[in-house]
């Protein structure tokens, strides 16, 4: 039974020099990057928030008119 835990020790502590041997490979953006395109998806998901809750809004009323007949 130690055999199997070693080799999982040793399995795992590969696996995590390799995540650490990728994550050095990595080019991280700017922080004026990161904050340009987080105005644009955050601009984005308003845009489609709003697009979406119009289209709620405008099928809520159209049934209401036809369940009222």
Do not use: C, H, Q
Request: no cysteine; glycine share 2%.
């Amino acid at each position: 039974m130690s055999f199997l835990i070693k080799s999982l020790i040793v399995k795992a502590l590969n696996y995590l020099r390799d995540v650490r041997g990728e994550l050095s490979k990595v080019v991280w953006p700017k922080k004026e990057e990161v904050i340009k395109l987080t105005l644009v998806v955050l601009m984005i998901s308003i845009v489609v928030a709003a697009y979406v809750g119009l289209l709620d809004f405008s099928f809520t009323k159209l049934l209401e008119l036809l369940i009222s007949y």
